[in-house]
């Protein structure tokens, strides 16, 4: 099974900053990779997809990269509706999800 | 708009059953995977099971390998999830999420329902 490791596990952050989010494979995955936002109480939405393409709506302070096993999620001006749990999933083989990035306000 | 929504859930006892169902509104369900994803109480999204536009392919997470069966009835736009054999640590919420590419099931999870919660315990 392909494990995926995100982090940091928190992150604490102002209105304005640029914020990366890191998460490494276990193996490779081929791009298959998709970056979700989730706030309490709701369903995770989804932001990006196959590494870097942006989903109809995302703004786009949202970007993502990577290849292989190593992706990052950057939100380059934090603005308030952003402070949520962000989290990565790998779709290349079935599905695994990151352990998840809380970015709560400093 | 693309609907999702999940129902079943409730309170059962370790080694009991449950089935879950997703109904889906504003696409043509027949043509997308659908997945399950569940989230235990404060803790992040495990991905549970996938199957196939048709029906004809299925996967599971090891965690409910043997336990936990998917299907779907396409002439009703329904998924279901059978749970069997629950544990206290299948405790979670349940979402249903429909895949993102035409006759995929193997892509990222584009729209979800609002889940539904399984509690197990005695």
């Known amino acids: 099974d392909i494990q995926m490791t995100q982090s940091p596990s928190t992150l604490s952050a102002s209105v304005g900053d640029r914020v990366t989010i890191t998460c490494r494979a276990s193996q490779s995955i081929s791009g298959g990779l998709a970056w979700y936002q989730q706030k309490p109480g709701k369903a995770p939405k989804l932001l990006i997809y196959?590494?870097?393409n942006l989903e109809g709506g995302v703004p786009s302070r949202f970007s993502g990269s990577g290849s292989g096993t190593e992706f990052t999620l950057t939100i380059s001006s934090l603005q308030p509706d952003d402070f949520a749990t962000y989290y990565c999933h790998q779709y290349n083989t079935y599905g695994t999800f990151g352990q998840g990035t809380k970015v709560e306000i400093k | 708009q693309v609907q999702l929504v999940e129902s079943g859930g409730g309170v059962v006892q370790p080694g009991t059953s449950l089935r879950l169902s997703c109904a889906a509104a504003?696409?043509?369900?027949?043509?997308?995977?659908i997945h399950w994803v569940r989230q235990a109480p404060g803790k992040g999204l495990e991905w549970v099971a996938v199957i196939s536009y048709d029906g004809n392919n299925k996967h599971y997470a090891d965690s409910v390998k043997g336990r936990f069966s998917i299907s779907r009835d396409n002439s009703k736009n329904t998924l279901f999830l059978q749970m069997n054999s629950l544990r206290a640590e299948d405790t979670a919420v349940y979402y249903c999420?429909?895949?993102?590419?035409?006759?995929?099931?193997?892509?990222?999870?584009?729209?979800w329902g609002q889940g539904t919660l399984v509690t197990v315990s005695s």
């Open positions: 999420a429909k895949d993102y590419h035409l006759y995929g099931s193997g892509g990222p999870l584009q729209y």
């Open positions: 504003g696409f043509t369900f027949s043509n997308y995977g």
């Open positions: 196959k590494t870097f």
